[in-house]
């Protein structure tokens, strides 16, 4: 089972597919079974699991870049975890306002082995850090669903946001709706995991986009318009 979901991975994409093909060539000439099937089945975790790495860092110099190139100063983001990327955009761009939306609630998740108690210590673990932040005031930790969120702001008061919370079809749903409003014109809304992985997403963003013909456009795994 666990090769069988590897095998399917890895041929849904198309340059994993082509370096595990070189690489099964060459196994194949030089090893004997089931020698050259382990060594093959260890290649396709590690092109996975490279996969999956990039896909956790790359947004992060996208949005970089689309701030600093734009000039944005007003940035909220939707599902903060463990504030890696909000840390960063605070550190390396010049926003002088970042709002951070997360519920931290595991009956929101469909999240085997985690515990409300694990999220609350995450919770005060993130928001510890944004009260240092300095100048004080520049960064928000608000623990609310990021739909709900929403209604605390104005229409058109954020440059930029970003979408990264509940996955589902149901909750990207209702967090483009609650903010597009929110952004003013000229700005951006987006998102992360743009891919195979979370039909959701993709769902949820081009329901929305084909409603009001808006374009879709994908970058370093991230959706926006």
């Known amino acids: 089972e666990e090769m069988r979901s590897l095998a399917t991975a890895i041929y849904d994409n198309q340059s994993l597919l082509e370096r595990v093909?070189?690489?099964?060539?060459?196994?194949?000439?030089?090893y004997d079974y089931p020698l050259w099937a382990k060594?093959?089945?260890?290649?396709?975790?590690?092109?996975?699991?490279?996969?999956?790495?990039?896909?956790?860092?790359?947004?992060?110099?996208?949005?970089?870049?689309?701030?600093?190139?734009?000039?944005?100063?007003?940035?909220?983001?939707?599902g903060v975890w463990h504030g890696e990327t909000a840390f960063r955009l605070a550190a390396e761009t010049q926003l002088g306002r970042l709002v951070l939306v997360d519920p931290y609630d595991i009956s929101l998740w469909d999240w085997p082995g985690q515990t409300q108690s694990a999220m609350d210590a995450l919770f005060r673990q993130v928001n510890g850090r944004v009260q240092n932040h300095k100048p004080v005031g520049r960064t928000t930790l608000l623990r609310?669903?990021?739909?709900?969120?929403?209604?605390?702001?104005?229409?058109?008061?954020?440059?930029?946001?970003?979408?990264?919370?509940?996955?589902?079809?149901?909750?990207?749903?209702?967090?483009?709706?609650?903010?597009?409003?929110?952004?003013?014109?000229?700005?951006?809304?987006a998102g992360h995991d743009w891919n195979e992985d979370f039909p959701g997403v993709i769902k949820a963003v081009n329901e929305f986009a084909g409603q009001r013909n808006l374009p879709v456009h994908n970058e370093a795994y991230c959706w926006w318009f």
């Open 144 to 189: 609310k669903e990021g739909h709900s969120a929403a209604q605390d702001f104005a229409d058109g008061e954020f440059d930029i946001a970003f979408i990264d919370g509940n996955h589902s079809y149901d909750s990207v749903s209702k967090d483009i709706a609650a903010w597009w409003p929110k952004i003013r014109r000229g700005g951006v809304l």
């Open 39 to 78: 060594r093959l089945a260890d290649l396709c975790a590690d092109c996975l699991t490279d996969q999956r790495n990039e896909a956790s860092t790359v947004h992060r110099d996208w949005l970089i870049r689309i701030i600093a190139k734009r000039q944005y100063k007003s940035y909220a983001e939707i």
């Open 21 to 30: 093909t070189l690489a099964a060539h060459d196994y194949v000439q030089q």
